[in-house]
C-alpha cells in the first residue's frame, strides 16, 4: 500500500491563501486517483478535490470551486492543493488519501468512502 503524509497546513485570516501538500511513497502511489477531504468538528468527512492519476480529470466541491486548485507531481510523487481566498468555513482537519483500485474497473471516484490509503491529517483554521 501507499503511506502518505500531508503538510502545509495553518492558522490564515480570511481571503489569505495556504497550499498543502501530500507526499506518497510506497508501490503504485503515482497510478491512484488521490484527492483531499477535510471534516470540521462535529460535521461528517466530504470530498473537497480528488485528481487522476494522469491529472486528466479533475473532481471539485461546489464549495470550493473558483478557489482551491488541485494538482500533483508524479515525478516527485506528490499533490499539492492550493487554497486561495479561504473563508472560516474551510476550517477543518483536512487528509489526503488514495484509491487504490484502478479508475479502468471503477472509474473516477471522488466520494471519501471509496478511498482506502489516508494520511495523518492536517490543520487549517481559518480565522475571521
Known amino acids: 500500500q501507499v503511506q502518505l503524509v500531508e503538510s502545509g497546513g495553518g492558522l490564515v485570516q480570511a481571503g489569505g491563501s495556504l497550499r498543502l501538500s501530500c507526499a506518497a511513497s510506497?508501490?503504485?502511489?503515482?497510478?491512484?486517483?488521490m484527492g483531499w477531504f477535510r471534516q470540521a468538528p462535529g460535521k461528517e468527512r466530504e470530498s473537497v478535490a480528488a485528481?487522476?492519476?494522469?491529472?486528466?480529470?479533475?473532481y471539485y466541491a461546489d464549495s470550493v470551486k473558483g478557489r482551491f486548485t488541485i494538482s500533483r507531481d508524479n515525478a516527485k510523487n506528490t499533490m499539492y492543493l492550493q487554497m486561495n481566498n479561504l473563508k472560516p468555513e474551510d476550517t477543518a482537519v483536512y487528509y489526503c488519501a488514495a484509491d487504490s483500485v484502478s479508475p479502468l474497473f471503477a472509474g473516477f471516484r471522488t466520494n471519501w468512502r471509496n478511498y482506502d490509503c489516508w494520511g495523518q491529517g492536517t490543520q487549517v483554521t481559518v480565522s475571521s
Open positions: 510506497g508501490r503504485a502511489g503515482s497510478t491512484y486517483t
Open positions: 485528481i487522476m492519476w494522469n491529472g486528466r480529470s479533475t
